[in-house]
């Protein structure tokens, strides 16, 4: 994971030059997601975060037992194809090192596509059950983009009933999309002398009421026949911006 770039190893105190703390201490990381890594699984990058924070020598906290392990918590999963500037980790040290050295050695261990913006000890009750809602930017490049569809998309995604298939651990189940989207509003931008439809969506992030913005992409195509040209022509992208609570006004943190 390390670009040539960041190839230089920073100067380190070795763990021993920390306090022991008595009890492990929560440090909460925020972190990006973009570019190439966009593509790693969910699965993948929790197998390259262990072992950036094994090379980056952060004093982890491990379980006690026959197979003691690091405890690393992640907020929500990303899809594979979307970037994110607002993934959160909660990880557990046993010694007393600060969160700014913490952040200083993990970016040291990792590309300019995924690196730490925010360390810190998160406040009581702030645990990632509360993320209630997610913001998203979708962002779509393909023919057809007519005058009209951006209002006509706005009222098609927000008009209930929007009945789709949604896949969960039980399987597949028909639900409506509607209540799931809080805000939503989509306009026109010009990007490299091309019209671009920018979608901005606040979406339901609540466990099974999880709505996966892939599913904003599946309405559009069934209804307007968007993205069913020349793939080397037409794409989407999909980046995550802000988590809120049950508010949906007070972002996450």
């Known amino acids: 994971m390390l670009s040539e770039s960041q190839n230089t190893r920073v100067s380190r105190a070795p763990r021993s030059?920390?306090?022991?703390?008595?009890?492990?201490?929560?440090?909460?990381?925020?972190f990006s997601k973009t570019g190439s890594m966009q593509y790693i699984s969910h699965l993948d990058l929790q197998r390259n975060i262990a072992r950036v924070l094994t090379r980056a020598g952060?004093?982890?906290?491990?379980?006690?037992?026959?197979n003691p392990h690091?405890?690393?918590?992640?907020?929500?999963?990303?899809?594979?194809g979307a970037q994110s500037v607002c993934e959160f980790i909660d990880l557990r040290i046993d010694r007393d090192m600060p969160c700014e050295e913490i952040m200083t050695r993990l970016n040291a261990e990792m590309t300019e596509e995924m690196q730490i913006s925010e360390a810190y000890i998160p406040a009581p009750g702030t645990e990632f059950a509360n993320i209630t809602w997610a913001q998203y930017d979708i962002r779509i490049r393909c023919r057809g983009l007519v005058d009209a569809l951006p209002a006509a998309v706005t009222a098609y995604?927000?008009?209930s009933p929007l009945m789709i298939e949604k896949r969960s651990k039980s399987g597949l189940r028909e639900i409506d999309m509607v209540p799931l989207i809080r805000?939503?509003?989509a306009a026109y931008e010009e990007e490299g002398g091309e019209r671009v439809l920018c979608i901005r969506c606040l979406l339901?992030?609540?466990?099974?009421?999880?709505?996966?913005?892939?599913?904003?992409?599946?309405?559009?195509?069934?209804?307007?026949g968007l993205m069913q040209?020349?793939?080397?022509?037409?794409?989407?992208?999909?980046?995550?911006?802000a988590v809120y609570l049950a508010d949906g006004v007070t972002a996450f943190h």
């Open 17 to 30: 030059a920390y306090a022991p703390l008595e009890n492990y201490r929560i440090v909460r990381l925020k």
């Open 58 to 66: 952060i004093p982890m906290w491990y379980t006690k037992g026959f």
């Open 70 to 80: 690091a405890k690393i918590v992640f907020a929500l999963p990303l899809s594979v």
């Open 157 to 159: 995604l927000t008009t």
């Open 183 to 185: 805000s939503l509003d």
């Open 204 to 224: 339901s992030a609540c466990g099974a009421e999880y709505l996966n913005p892939e599913y904003i992409i599946r309405a559009l195509t069934d209804q307007f």
């Open 229 to 241: 040209g020349d793939p080397t022509r037409e794409e989407y992208s999909i980046l995550r911006r």
